[in-house]
């Protein structure tokens, strides 16, 4: 009984809901005709006729709008073809275009895997978000463009009102539909061929040395009222080859008086739930299958999830005839973050915000969604594919740099980063300290060796006048590392310009920062470059993403434990807790395919660090270390092994790489492997059995688009010699009838695919050891 009385109490309040908002519907549209000195619209006025009305308040704008889409090609978004061949083998003839729509009121962005549907007209909305790698619309409801927070008032980015039901939507209804009240207005729009990208040197070996591509769809949008003078542009950019669509935008003053921007929504979109809860946790509520990630983010962290700050899911009370009781559904995602920015903009100073990548799914398959985020991260941050071969020397002297050095070009390596504890202080710019410096990289450089520097942020205590102030106590402290320097503080500015400076005089092209900015607010109403607590988390991000910027832009690899990727950084840790690395070095051996295994489901080996203690580290005494090298050679090279053959390159720390001629040819054996296969073994890793010290355990890398298809790697962690027969995927590899296969690279073997494109693969593992084989 109580379920029937809840059943009825909800649909006379969705009545009188509907009832109130067609009301205000017709309200907010009278009064936006009279803003823009237009007739009243009488009572015997139809929707429809006020609908036209409407359109007709920017004629201008409309007949410029529709002489441009007229030259675009036409398409019907109702019947967009399903994709018919899977992007991950081959994403040749996925290519970006804009459409116009064959109603002449939308405009289409595809590539043939994903699409977005712009509705023009009596305002920019999107009517549908469409995966057409499955042929489905996920989108329930029109879905304006964002919210601005304008001096305290919100003001809509585009919109419409009147849709009767929220949890489908008909074609016929969209005609029937109203601008928001409040709501900047389409003025025009532009397309571009080419899509914003940060710059790379390409200084040095990488998987992929190509920069995306696409095409970027941009709205112009005008304020109204009291935001007149203000111009907002909507940036859709649509990558060829991949299903991601990335939005951002940037916001001009045109008039005399600053404007200040308090918070913003990039993005409330209204997706269509995957399933129907009737009751219980939202919290385990299935989302809707889209991968959404930012180049924003709150707190130091070593993945995208950890550090995500933009991505939220929330319920919509005004979709009423969900099935939930209590309408707790999270099905509305709204791309925005809880802090500031609190930016003034005036004509002087635009605003340009964060951007946002949207990626539909067409799986719940782990490893088919693992796969879509790295080909994203190997498409839209390119820079992450360079992987060079690098040491961690725990010395300044030159004596043991240049030993380094030497040994470093006999085997093989190809960068040396003075890292933590070597003594180096990159905030020393005295012209005694720059010439040290540049005297090693001359003489590394001359070895055809490229060395890097080191640099501690989080964690320090500064000053009471530097250091971010916690709002909670008006004191320092209660950072996420306890203390942090405030990066927008005189000391912050000095400190990243000493960096630059170092790095530029020196010619070092590495930076290790350990401990980046870690997402910290301040407080501070004192200190130079922001204003207090709102804007202190946005100046202090755009201050250390511009310095990664700049890196990126200048040939300098940086290597950094936190989740920079999108701003130009080149690796982030695999994850570790430091006592780890102190275990006794039979359990690092387990404990480091355990990471590689675990870690590389949704990130590029290529951009994931690991670390190998040669000497000391955190503890462990001599059972945990590798020196004296020569006395441990087993385990050394089953180290390197495991790690070139994952494609995850591991700080080797110590002073050297080698202490007898024995062990330089063990470095040499695995160097020179690891070169011959570098492609394949940057390429995708796909998940075979993880390790548990009790069975085999491997991974297998694919590309389909090498010679090499695949690499197996299979480990025997037991003291007895495994013989299996596993039943190989080789889907992911792009072959579909026979495969070439063959251990250590010598003769291969012919094998017929099975219908589910995996072969019976015979294999011998000896105790203790591993195998490899190439898939041609």
């Not at 002087?348 to 915000?353: M, Y």
């Not at 949207?358 to 985020?373: A, H, I, N, T, V």
Request: with cysteine.
């Amino acid at each position: 009984m109580k379920k029937i009385a809840y059943i009825i109490l909800t649909i006379l309040l969705y009545s009188i809901n509907v009832s109130a908002k067609q009301r205000l519907s017709t309200l907010d549209l009278s009064s936006s005709l009279q803003r823009h000195n237009t007739p009243t619209i009488d009572k015997s006025t139809t929707i429809q006729d006020a609908i036209i009305a409407a359109e007709s308040l920017n004629s201008n704008d409309w007949q410029k709008i529709s002489q441009k889409l007229e030259c675009l090609p036409k398409i019907n978004h109702l019947e967009m073809r399903q994709s018919n061949k899977d992007w991950l083998i081959d994403a040749s003839d996925y290519k970006a275009e804009v459409y116009a729509g064959i109603d002449g009121k939308t405009i289409i962005i595809s590539n043939g895997l994903t699409a977005r549907v712009f509705r023009l007209t009596p305002n920019l909305a999107t009517i549908d978000i469409i995966n057409q790698m499955d042929g489905n619309g996920m989108l329930r409801a029109v879905s304006g463009e964002g919210e601005l927070v304008i001096n305290g008032t919100t003001w809509h980015l585009g919109g419409l009102d009147g849709q009767p039901e929220r949890g489908y939507l008909k074609e016929e209804w969209i005609d029937n539909m109203v601008a928001k009240n409040k709501s900047f207005i389409l003025k025009d729009f532009e397309i571009s061929d080419s899509i914003e990208t940060l710059q790379w040197a390409r200084k040095r070996w990488a998987l992929n040395k190509e920069n995306p591509t696409g095409k970027s769809l941009i709205f112009t949008l005008q304020g109204v009222d009291e935001v007149k003078e203000l111009t907002v542009k909507l940036h859709y950019d649509i990558y060829d080859h991949i299903p991601v669509i990335r939005k951002w935008m940037e916001i001009f003053n045109n008039g005399d008086k600053p404007q200040n921007l308090d918070s913003f929504k990039l993005e409330k979109l209204f997706f269509t739930e995957p399933e129907s809860p009737v009751d219980g946790d939202p919290n385990t509520f299935l989302l809707p299958n889209i991968h959404i990630e930012s180049d924003y983010h709150a707190k130091s962290a070593f993945t995208e999830r950890d550090t995500d700050c933009i991505e939220h899911w929330v319920e919509d009370k005004e979709y009423t005839s969900q099935t939930n009781y209590p309408l707790q559904t999270r099905c509305t995602m709204e791309a925005t973050y809880e802090i500031g920015p609190d930016y003034s903009i005036t004509k002087e100073r635009p605003f340009t915000s964060y951007k946002v990548y949207e990626m539909p799914m067409d799986s719940y398959d782990r490893e088919r969604k693992g796969l879509f985020k790295r080909h994203f991260y190997k498409t839209i941050a390119p820079w992450t594919t360079e992987n060079p071969i690098f040491m961690h020397l725990v010395s300044t002297d030159p004596e043991v740099v240049k030993r380094a050095v030497d040994q470093c070009q006999e085997c093989g390596y190809e960068m040396i980063i003075l890292s933590f504890g070597s003594g180096l202080n990159i905030e020393d710019i005295s012209e005694e300290n720059i010439a040290r410096f540049k005297a090693l990289v001359d003489y590394a450089h001359s070895k055809g060796i490229e060395m890097g520097c080191y640099s501690l942020l989080a964690s320090r205590w500064i000053s009471d006048e530097v250091d971010c102030i916690n709002p909670e106590t008006g004191k320092r402290g209660g950072m996420r590392y306890g203390s942090a320097p405030c990066l927008c503080s005189d000391w912050g500015e000095e400190y990243l310009n000493k960096i630059k400076t170092f790095i530029e005089r020196t010619g070092m092209s590495c930076f290790e920062h350990d401990g980046s900015y870690a997402g910290d607010v301040c407080a501070s109403t004192t200190h130079t470059h922001h204003k207090g607590l709102n804007d202190s988390h946005w100046n202090q991000f755009q201050r250390i993403t511009e310095l990664y910027n700049w890196m990126c832009a200048n040939g300098v690899y940086i290597n950094v434990p936190d989740f920079y990727l999108l701003n130009g950084s080149t690796k982030v840790a695999i994850g570790y807790r430091e006592v780890n690395w102190s275990l006794p070095r039979e359990r690092q051996i387990i404990h480091t395919r355990q990471l590689n295994y675990k870690c590389t489901w949704e990130r590029v080996p290529s951009s994931l660090w690991s670390f190998v203690p040669l000497t000391q580290y955190h503890g462990g005494g001599a059972a945990a270390t590798l020196e004296p090298l020569k006395d441990h050679l087993y385990e050394y090279k089953t180290l390197m092994f495991q790690n070139y053959g994952a494609g995850v390159q591991a700080c080797y720390r110590g002073p050297r790489l080698y202490d007898t001629e024995e062990t330089k040819q063990v470095v040499q054996e695995i160097i020179g492997w690891y070169k011959k296969y570098r492609e394949i073994l940057n390429s995708d890793i796909i998940h075979l059995r993880q390790p548990d010290a009790r069975d085999w355990d491997g991974i297998m890398h694919v590309n389909p688009q090498l010679e090499q298809k695949g690499l197996a790697l299979f480990f025997n962690p037991t003291d007895e010699e495994i013989t299996r027969t596993i039943k190989l995927p080789l889907y992911y590899t792009g072959l579909d009838k026979k495969a070439y296969i063959c251990e250590h690279g010598n003769r291969s073997k012919v094998y017929k695919l099975n219908r589910d494109y995996t072969v019976d693969l015979k294999i011998n593992i000896p105790a203790n050891g591993y195998t490899w084989y190439v898939i041609e």
